[in-house]
Every structure is written in structure tokens, then in C-alpha cells.
């Protein structure tokens, strides 16, 4: 699976942004899928997460509210809506696939050790 990021930019503290990520091949709809960002002088932290089907997702705690994950399986893509933007998410955001995962497993993946493949990472800068 290959996978393209795109969407970032810059944008004023409250404002709003949706990064897209494109997966290649026709697996994209077994795989789980998540978004991290990296901050400059920063590790690589979790930011949210859906499984196969979209059903399930999961977001840090710092996003909670802010963020929503969510996919489109027969675009191969899945996006990550950020509004309410504040300038300690200037970060670097990629996004992951985990799998493939079989079709009764409904979870979602939260650690990055568990995922397979890595796009290239899109920057989101935002400005106070």
C-alpha cells in the first residue's frame, strides 16, 4: 500500500483545515488507518484513528471535540477534518495503514508500532 498525504498548509489559529490521504491498490477497504503528527523537536504522536469499515474511531485526547477521522472506501482515501486549529497543532501529520486486518475486526489502532506502511507526511502550520 502506498500512501499520499495532502491538504496541509497554513491557517490561522481557529481555522480549519482537511488533510486527505490517497492509498494506493485495491486492499485499501481491509486495511485500519490512523493519522500522527510530529512537532519540531517532538516524537511522532498518535492524533486519531478508524478501522476498516469507518465504524470505529478513536482520537487523542488533544484533539477530542476538534478532530474527525473518517474514510471513504471506494475513493481509497481517508481524511482527517481539523477545525477550531491552535498553533500547538503545527505539526508535520502523516497518515498510517495497519493490515490487512480480517472483516470481523472492528478496532481500531492506536500505537504506531503496529502499523505497516507511512505516507510522506503534509505540514500544518498554524498562527497565533
Known amino acids: 500500500v502506498q500512501l499520499q498525504a495532502s491538504g496541509g498548509g497554513l491557517v490561522q489559529a481557529g481555522g480549519s483545515l482537511r488533510l486527505s490521504c490517497a492509498a494506493s491498490?485495491?486492499?485499501?477497504?481491509?486495511?485500519?488507518m490512523g493519522w500522527f503528527r510530529q512537532a519540531p523537536g517532538k516524537e511522532r504522536e498518535f492524533v486519531a484513528a478508524?478501522?476498516?469499515?469507518?465504524?470505529?474511531?478513536d482520537y487523542a485526547d488533544s484533539v477530542k471535540g476538534r478532530f474527525t477521522i473518517s474514510r471513504d472506501n471506494a475513493k481509497n482515501t481517508v481524511y482527517l477534518q481539523m477545525n477550531s486549529l491552535k498553533p500547538e497543532d503545527t505539526a508535520v501529520y502523516y497518515c498510517a495503514a495497519s493490515g490487512p486486518v480480517s472483516p470481523f475486526d472492528t478496532t481500531v489502532v492506536l500505537t504506531a508500532k503496529r502499523y505497516d506502511y507511512w505516507g510522506q507526511g503534509t505540514l500544518v502550520t498554524v498562527s497565533s
Open positions: 491498490g485495491r486492499t485499501f477497504r481491509t486495511y485500519a
Open positions: 478508524i478501522s476498516w469499515s469507518g465504524g470505529s474511531t
